[in-house]
């Protein structure tokens, strides 16, 4: 399918397991990035990709792995999950980066987290 | 405050009447960008505003930014039920792709 897709879209989880969240784009955009979203903060971004095999952090990056072996695919790892991350996560992916005049975010359905 | 807050956090109107939400933001920028998110759902972009524009218009959406004060407003005419949604607003400092996006404004459209 054509888009930008995330899986699982709803995962339950334990204190110290590791999890990871996929992302699939098939626009072959440069740029990938992964937020969060939690009430009263609005999104939060934990990671971006500007490229394969390049990866910076965000706001948000403690407890977070990421990285981008190919273009489409852009996971998320938590290496021990903790209840603070209890949340929803967003994929995202832009065709330019953030000074170019057009860098749209087009984002993926949500993946909705819960750490037990 | 975060960069990129929204005011109102939430509004209430009638349909058909016009919806405003405001945007405040910290550093110097590129752009700005609109978006909206339907409950549960990913969030779409609406439109985006360079800094060396003052105002843009896409359909019943009016944006204006001003960059002296930081701040953009988000203006939706002629109301619809199926506008009800959550929107936020969008930045990055220039020179950066780390956006931030605000806390977002939940508007509901009474019909």
């Given at each position: 399918?054509?888009?930008i897709?995330?899986?699982?879209?709803?995962?339950?989880?334990?204190?110290?397991r590791?999890v990871?969240?996929?992302?699939?784009?098939?626009?072959?955009?440069?740029?990938?990035?992964?937020?969060?979203?939690d009430?009263?903060?609005?999104?939060?971004?934990?990671?971006?990709?500007?490229?394969?095999?390049?990866?910076?952090k965000?706001?948000?990056?403690?407890?977070?792995?990421?990285?981008?072996?190919?273009?489409?695919?852009?996971?998320?790892?938590?290496?021990?999950?903790?209840?603070?991350?209890?949340s929803?996560?967003?994929?995202?992916?832009?065709?330019?980066?953030?000074?170019?005049?057009?860098?749209?975010?087009?984002?993926?359905?949500?993946?909705?987290?819960?750490?037990? | 405050?975060?960069?990129?807050?929204?005011?109102?956090?939430?509004?209430?109107?009638?349909?058909?009447?016009?919806?405003?939400?405001?945007?405040?933001?910290?550093?110097?920028?590129?752009?700005?960008?609109?978006?909206?998110?339907?409950?549960?759902?990913?969030?779409?972009?609406?439109?985006?505003?360079?800094?060396?524009?003052?105002?843009?218009?896409s359909?019943?959406?009016?944006?204006?930014?001003d960059?002296?004060?930081k701040?953009?407003?988000?203006?939706?005419?002629?109301?619809?039920?199926?506008?009800?949604?959550?929107?936020?607003?969008?930045?990055?400092?220039?020179?950066?792709?780390?956006?931030?996006?605000?806390?977002?404004?939940?508007?509901?459209?009474?019909?």
């Amino acid at each position: 399918d054509a888009g930008i897709t995330q899986s699982p879209r709803y995962k339950i989880t334990e204190t110290g397991r590791q999890v990871t969240l996929m992302c699939h784009q098939t626009w072959s955009h440069s740029y990938m990035f992964w937020y969060r979203q939690d009430l009263g903060h609005g999104l939060r971004l934990i990671y971006y990709s500007a490229a394969a095999d390049i990866t910076d952090k965000g706001e948000v990056p403690d407890g977070y792995v990421v990285s981008r072996s190919k273009t489409e695919n852009f996971p998320l790892t938590l290496e021990s999950a903790t209840r603070s991350q209890t949340s929803v996560y967003f994929c995202a992916s832009s065709s330019f980066g953030g000074g170019a005049s057009r860098n749209e975010q087009f984002f993926g359905p949500g993946t909705r987290l819960t750490v037990l | 405050s975060q960069q990129g807050e929204e005011d109102p956090q939430a509004l209430s109107i009638q349909e058909g009447e016009n919806a405003t939400m405001n945007c405040s933001y910290k550093t110097s920028i590129n752009n700005l960008q609109w978006y909206r998110q339907n409950s549960g759902r990913g969030l779409v972009h609406l439109i985006l505003i360079r800094s060396n524009e003052r105002e843009k218009h896409s359909g019943r959406l009016r944006v204006t930014l001003d960059t002296s004060k930081k701040s953009s407003s988000l203006l939706i005419t002629a109301s619809r039920a199926a506008d009800t949604a959550s929107y936020f607003c969008a930045t990055a400092p220039s020179g950066t792709y780390k956006y931030i996006f605000g806390t977002g404004t939940r508007l509901k459209v009474l019909a």
